[in-house]
């Protein structure tokens, strides 16, 4: 077996600076710059073509998927071993310590660290791929097989980007492939996921607007609410010790309720900024249907409206409300709901719907994913990971998340966050480990090249 530690070294310094150019590119979905060959706008288009740069100026063969997506290959005959990571980000939001995309680094040694949006999420995982995938040709290791990058432009919206790749240009899927895209060592199992939209015709005069949340998957983090000026509520905000503050334009107050963000797939981490308005207004105004959603949505796992349901693999399920808005006389929510291999999912959007009250428009389903641990594709990475980290008791994991192991055949997610390292993905100050990301370039070179070398 090569000794991949020692051929990544010299790769090492390139790949930081290729990292810290890659989340200089501000790549969020921007329906006002779509355009030819940007579906998904001119931010994910400059980060794709990055990587299609990068792929050329190593001699790896380029596809740029009409926009969707970059994919890089070398090799002639063999199974196909695929990887499958994402060049889009979700938007910024919160305070940051430094600019979200200045790829700024700090400390020193083992405690080296990059910030910026894209850091763990899914940039530095890419990175450290694509440099694994250089290490392999330049070296001669790839022989028998062929290696594929394909680097997708809508992960963080629901991974259209795969489905053009698989069902438009009707690419060739892999034998055995991987997503840098979750956690260390490897994830055999992964929730469903269904977002829907909740929404509602209702009269919450004297309420006149409310606008909060910024994605789907993501926990709202802070809801503007606008009102008409009012000593007394003042009072009250002050009073309940409401994380937020309030501002006086006019005639109207301008409310901001504040959060705290994290992934949809853990809400139980993260503050709701929207729940919280639905308790203090409710109770302020006396108005029954923030107070009926302030207590039904005021824990994440449905327990209080029916909705909870625990799996044995993939544990309890979670509803996550991301975007919240009124106006006009029209409340909606999105709702981020995950759920585990037992779940009846219908059957409880349909409890959801009536116990609410709420109307629901279900946007996009994605069951459970669960694979053998004893497969070739599991046993082959997890003795991978454990040659190279000597991390010999760790096993495989369930997670909440999903990941791209759901939309492209064979692909577990693999990689690329290690235990105590979580990166903050989605979450204010986003950030890698300048050792953690060295390490992924070994760790992949050496999973590469073991997946290549399967009988089937």
């Known amino acids: 077996m090569p000794n991949f530690k020692k051929l990544a070294k010299s790769y090492e310094t390139n790949a930081i600076i290729a990292l810290q150019e890659f989340v200089h590119k501000e790549s969020v979905y921007d329906e006002k710059t779509i355009g030819p060959k940007a579906p998904y706008g001119k931010g994910v288009k400059s980060a794709l073509d990055y990587v299609a740069k990068l792929g050329n100026d190593y001699g790896f063969k380029v596809d740029t998927c009409d926009g969707y997506a970059t994919e890089l290959s070398f090799g002639e005959e063999g199974p196909l071993i695929g990887i499958y990571a994402h060049s889009d980000v979700v938007p910024v939001s919160g305070t940051w310590k430094y600019p979200p995309f200045s790829a700024k680094v700090e400390g020193q040694g083992k405690e080296r660290i990059m910030y910026g949006r894209g850091t763990s999420d899914d940039k530095g995982p890419l990175i450290a791929a694509l440099y694994a995938m250089k290490l392999l040709k330049d070296n001669g290791l790839i022989n028998g097989y062929r290696v594929r990058l394909v680097s997708g432009g809508d992960e963080e919206r629901g991974s259209s980007c795969l489905h053009h790749y698989f069902h438009v240009l009707n690419k060739e899927a892999s034998d055995f492939g991987f997503t840098p895209d979750a956690d260390f060592p490897l994830i055999y199992a992964e929730k469903g996921i269904a977002h829907f939209n909740a929404s509602k015709k209702v009269d919450l005069s004297p309420i006149v607007a409310m606008d909060g949340g910024f994605v789907t998957n993501a926990v709202c983090d802070k809801l503007v609410v606008t009102l008409p000026l009012d000593k007394k509520f003042e009072a009250f905000f002050k009073e309940n010790n409401v994380a937020g503050d309030i501002n006086v334009a006019g005639e109207c107050m301008i409310v901001s309720f504040k959060g705290k963000t994290a992934h949809a797939s853990t809400p139980e981490i993260g503050e709701n900024a929207a729940v919280k308005a639905f308790q203090i207004l409710g109770k302020f105004y006396k108005n029954e249907f923030l107070t ?13 409206f029916g909705g909870l349901v625990e799996s044995k693999e993939l544990g309890k399920t979670t509803y996550s409300y991301g975007i919240v808005k009124y106006g006009s006389g029209l409340f909606s929510t999105t709702v981020d709901f995950r759920y585990g291999e037992s779940a009846d999912a219908e059957a409880l959007l349909e409890n959801f719907k009536e116990k609410t009250g709420l109307d629901v428009a279900l946007v996009s389903v994605s069951k459970p994913l669960l694979y053998d641990k004893k497969s070739p594709l599991v046993a082959t990475l997890m003795k991978s990971y454990k040659r190279m980290t000597h991390k010999f008791f760790d096993k495989p994991l369930a997670i909440g998340g999903g990941t791209y192991a759901k939309e492209a055949p064979n692909c577990v997610a693999y990689g690329s966050a290690f235990k105590n390292h979580p990166g903050d993905i989605h979450s204010p100050n986003e950030y890698i ?13 050496d999973a590469i090249y073991s997946l290549g070398k399967i009988k089937k």
């Open 292 to 304: 009926k959603l302030g207590e039904l949505f005021s824990e994440c796992h449905g327990e209080n």
């Open 433 to 445: 480990y300048i050792d953690d990301f060295l390490a992924q370039i070994a760790i992949y070179a």
